[in-house]
């Protein structure tokens, strides 16, 4: 008898078993359909996602937020030792680094291998007993399979970009979260058993249980399972969990997707597709927030069964397509029905949810999670991956997915550094209109700050600015006023591409507007090239204490590559403000604090040659009439230029050094012009390289010695052999190698016999 055949009579037992089970008052619990022939698979769609991908990846919901456990919302490892692993016992002794007896620092764990039961003594992956840590697949390669993770009593801690499947051993989760865990992220993972065996022979992808919280879901691609996604363990296990799930691809599902008992939870942005018993279960007094999901071929997306108490939902914007209930509730008896839009209506009003987020449409998150969701959509650059998994020195960009950070995350197009941080150190209503205070990189006789009216409106106390009733330019580099008829901005950020300015406002008052500008310093928002668009923000003043206001290229579009900035209050309305940050690609328009020196640099050196590029006039350090280039005169006449390309020869040159004298190991301060004592990442990019000598990156060290330098040895920061780096995009940061000074300089060197040509340097700090 062939598949089909039996299939068929299987479903025609099981319909007659539901039939008499309704007419003698027995209750099905989880009952489970067979295996039914599915609407042909979806699945994420393969690669990085187009640009064009409506929402943006980064943490939101319920692990984004702060608590007193754990004050900067979840950032994992962030800032702690990196490693790479690629077995089991491998995986395992990195996370254990973690532990308070191993020292509990921090940790990024990369996995760029198979997990599997035969290179783990143990079940499973234990993640006990720690706080901040990541583990984070290498492009499509990190897996488990056969074995799963068990977080217990952990905090802080991201998952990120792992294939996890057909775990039967331990925990028997694919990810078991329990037992006090809280703020926990996973992320753009891949879960998943079958459908073709008995409905016990697997466990769930994913449970919480016990007293854990603040967990978020996000971009995961979860299928081919009977039993999903578990919150709570029994009816008994009461406990205010509060967890989000959103732009999730859920596919060829039986059922608890999820199954959610007690707590809050938030379900926003997902794409089910083919559930094929219960989808969303609310239960023993939950409360869901089920907001513009899109629901396809599923039956009974959401009910409240099986539990002794029911739980509540509240719903809105959601679509169903194809869809059909039997049931909302256990008592419910009637014949199979189509699901309208007057199927489900709000049994709760909306809990109150401590984050902001921004919904698509249903349709919209349909597209975008299909576009985005699932492995290899994250890395550097929005690629595949962070990089070269054989080269630790260049694991692509391991700030993003270890430190996630502020919520409103830079756009997916690639890292931002930062142009300029202002934190008013120092300021006072006389200097901070100097060049001496802070200048326009490259023109160091221009001001940073230029005020537009009235200038007795700013004023300066305890490192804030108080503007009240005025306004003033950053980064202008021509006082005249603007109109709707110019054709060129006149300024000195890059805001063509991705782009991120932050405020930080301290206090507000009145009831009138605070308002930012790009290339418009009059009162009217439609007196520029850009027309009304050129003010991206206005808001009632007195609205905006303690706030942090985040605009994005994202939100508000691209200007120019010359655009300048206006903030302004109105008459009767003041703001005092603590910090202004502005991000472009590279972050090389501005400097950092007064005395800081160049916040960044990006070097593609375009006309450069051998004469110019040693000279202010092609690049400066900002606020200084000094040369960006340092090398001495036999040494320059080994480095030549041709088709935008650079090659050092045997040579070696000084990036930012603003004193050429040697440097030593007794050295009690550095003289250069990078704030390298926070966050900071270098990235060169090698057409070619020749000669088993050495090319070498130096942190304030301009000898051929790795010691002369205040930091000693850790002063040189890469050592390969040249022949080594052709094609190569590598990248140093500050997880890998430590904080230096707020004013440091860069070192590049060849030994001799040893050459490359170098396309691109980049320098970020924030």
Not at 126 to 152: F, H, M, Q, W
């Amino acid at each position: 008898m062939n598949s089909r055949k039996v299939q068929k009579r299987l479903l025609i037992l099981l319909s007659l078993f539901v039939i008499v089970s309704l007419f003698t008052g027995c209750r099905l619990k989880d009952a489970a359909p067979p295996v039914q022939e599915n609407v042909m698979s979806q699945g994420p769609n393969s690669g990085a996602p187009p640009a064009d991908v409506a929402a943006k990846f980064g943490l939101y919901g319920f692990a984004a937020v702060p608590t007193s456990t754990v004050p900067t919302g979840t950032t994992g490892g962030a800032g702690g030792e990196i490693s790479y692993v690629s077995t089991g016992d491998q995986l395992q002794a990195a996370i254990n680094k973690a532990m308070p007896k191993n020292g509990g620092k921090p940790q990024i764990i990369y996995v760029q291998g198979k997990i599997t039961p035969s290179n783990t003594s143990n079940k499973q992956i234990d993640i006990k007993d720690v706080k901040n840590v990541s583990v984070i697949g290498v492009g499509t390669s990190g897996e488990l399979d056969g074995i799963g993770i068990n977080i217990v009593r952990s905090h802080n801690i991201i998952i990120q970009n792992l294939k996890i499947h057909h775990n039967q051993q331990g925990q028997k989760d694919g990810i078991c979260i329990q037992s006090g865990g809280s703020h926990i992220w996973i992320d753009h993972c891949e879960l998943y058993n079958s459908l073709n065996v008995n409905k016990d022979y697997y466990d769930e992808l994913l449970s919480a249980k016990n007293q854990t919280e603040y967990i978020t879901i996000s971009w995961c691609y979860l299928h081919d399972s009977w039993k999903t996604w578990l919150v709570g363990s029994s009816d008994s296990d009461n406990y205010d969990r509060k967890i989000t799930f959103h732009h999730n691809l859920i596919e060829n599902c039986n059922s608890r997707l999820p199954l959610f008992r007690f707590g809050t939870g938030h379900i926003y942005n997902n794409y089910y597709i083919n559930v094929l018993d219960t989808g969303i279960n609310s239960r023993m007094g939950a409360r869901i927030a089920i907001e513009n999901n899109y629901f396809e071929n599923c039956h009974n997306p959401i009910g409240s069964w099986y539990s002794s108490s029911i739980g509540y939902w509240y719903v809105s914007g959601n679509s169903f397509q194809n869809c059909t209930y039997n049931k909302i509730y256990d008592n419910d008896v009637g014949s199979t029905r189509p699901v309208t839009s007057s199927t489900y209506s709000s049994t709760c009003s909306k809990p109150s949810l401590p984050y902001s987020y921004s919904l698509e449409s249903a349709q919209q998150a349909k597209y975008s999670v299909l576009m985005g969701a699932g492995v290899g959509k994250i890395g550097s650059g929005g690629g595949t991956g962070p990089g070269d998994p054989g080269d630790p020195g260049d694991p692509g960009d391991p700030g993003d997915p270890g430190d996630p950070g502020d919520p409103t995350d830079p756009p997916p197009g690639g890292p931002i550094g930062i142009a300029l941080q202002e934190t008013f150190n120092g300021a006072n209503s006389s200097n901070f209109w100097t060049a001496s205070y802070k200048s326009i990189p490259g023109n160091p006789s221009k001001a940073m700050y230029y005020p537009l009216a009235p200038q007795s409106g700013m004023t300066f106390s305890n490192n804030r600015m108080t503007l009240a009733g005025a306004r003033f330019a950053i980064g202008m580099t021509d006082a005249k006023s603007t109109s709707s008829s110019d054709t060129k901005a006149n300024g000195s950020f890059d805001l063509s591409s991705d782009w991120r300015i932050t405020i930080k406002i301290a206090s507000g008052s009145g009831s009138k507007k605070f308002q930012v500008q790009i290339d418009n310093n009059t009162t009217s928002g439609a007196n520029s090239m850009h027309g009304s668009k050129s003010r991206i923000y206005s808001e009632t003043a007195s609205t905006l204490g303690g706030k942090t206001i985040t605009l994005t290229s994202e939100k508000h579009g691209q200007f120019t590559a010359s655009s300048f900035i206006v903030l302004r209050t109105e008459s009767n309305a003041t703001v005092v403000i603590d910090e202004i940050i502005v991000e472009t690609p590279g972050g090389s328009s501005g400097g950092g604090d007064n005395g800081g020196g160049s916040s960044g640099l990006l070097e593609t050196f375009s006309g450069a040659n051998s004469s110019n590029f040693w000279t202010t006039s092609y690049k400066a350090i900002p606020g200084k009439s000094l040369p960006m280039y340092y090398a001495t005169s036999d040494q320059k006449s080994k480095i030549t230029f041709s088709n935008n390309r650079m090659t050092l020869d045997g040579a070696r040159f000084a990036i930012g050094q603003t004193d050429p004298k040697s440097t030593s190991s007794s050295d009690s301060k550095a003289n250069g012009s990078f704030d390298l004592s926070g966050n900071w990442k270098i990235t060169l990019k090698f057409a070619s390289g020749s000669g088993s000598k050495k090319f070498q990156v130096q942190i304030d060290n301009n000898t051929t010695s790795g010691g002369s330098s205040m930091h000693g040895s850790k002063s040189r920061i890469y050592n390969v052999s040249a022949n080594t780096v052709g094609g190569k995009t590598v990248t140093l940061t500050s997880d890998q190698h430590g904080q230096f000074t707020s004013s440091s300089f860069i070192f590049l060197r060849c030994e001799s016999n040893a050459t490359v040509v170098i396309d691109e340097i980049k320098v970020e700090t924030w």
